[in-house]
């Protein structure tokens, strides 16, 4: 099995794009494995822990071609915010939940848990951008938001991106109040097409579903998305709700090295 998700959609030349998992990680330790982010359960003094996911990270930026100080992940809050890097702004990870950048050799990336990982590209101006999408984000059209700064401020053509959607929590396993599925159709429209009620009276949503219908309305058309439930594999992803909040981080990262 790849310990590394490459989308279908994104084999170009140029860019790199992938997905991580656990590597060899263990259903029944929730940080075991190739873990990039130093929140939850690794505390201060956790020095072994700390270490190991700065090495992690070090592998994942030789992997992909650049330096450990070139990786760019934002501090993510779940809110709409767009972090946009140029030359003058690259500085110490700002709290946003997208990134965009038309620079070449660094590589952007978000860490999740069962929260929705995105990637796009352009590939006639060369921008990309990575997202995180829980249901906040959804609910507030963060997709929506960065297809839209890359059209007005990148002359993106929305029709051309390519979008890699990867692996979340999904409709099998992501039950919500109803507050939560009125906010995210309130954004996104057509709830039938990615939520459903079960027989036990509980409701249950598809983000990842969610984020491709608001990428679809604005004009992409090239969407990759996996098959992969982080909830259902918890040895293979780390699963905020498999866990009960405690538990490491995969990531998207996409870069032009
Ligand atoms: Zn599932």
């Known amino acids: 099995m790849n310990k590394f998700i490459i989308p279908t959609n994104m084999n170009h030349s140029g860019v790199k794009t992938i997905f ?11 940080l075991k494995g190739f873990n990039l982010s130093f929140i939850n359960g690794v505390s201060e003094g956790s020095c072994g822990e700390q270490k190991s996911i700065i090495e992690n990270r070090s592998y994942l930026a030789s992997f992909l071609g650049v330096n450990l100080d070139s990786l760019v992940i934002p501090v993510q809050r779940h809110t709409d915010k767009v972090w946009i890097i140029s030359e003058t702004s690259i500085q110490s990870p700002i709290e946003a939940d997208a990134i965009i950048t038309s620079m ?31 249901w906040r984000g959804t609910a507030s059209g963060i997709i929506k938001k960065v297809l839209d700064i890359m059209n007005k401020k990148f002359n993106t053509s929305i029709s051309k991106t390519i979008i890699s959607i990867g692996p979340s929590i999904r409709w099998c396993c992501y039950e919500v109040d109803p507050d939560v599925l009125k906010a995210v159709e309130k954004e996104t429209g057509n709830l039938k097409e990615y939520s459903k009620g079960k027989d036990n009276g509980k409701y249950y949503i598809d983000l990842a579903l969610a984020n491709q219908i608001q990428a679809v309305s604005l004009g992409a058309s090239n969407i990759w998305i ?31 090295i």
């Open 20 to 30: 991580t998992t656990r590597m060899d990680g263990d259903r029944k330790d929730p």
């Open 226 to 256: 996996s098959e992969e439930c982080t909830h259902c594999n918890p040895e293979r992803f780390y699963s905020y709700r498999y866990y009960k909040g405690v538990t490491g981080r995969q990531g998207g990262f996409i870069g032009i």
């Open 104 to 134: 070449r050799g660094i590589v952007l990336g978000v860490l999740v848990a069962d929260c929705v990982p995105i990637l796009i590209y352009d590939p006639d101006s060369g921008v990309i951008s990575a997202i995180h999408a829980g």
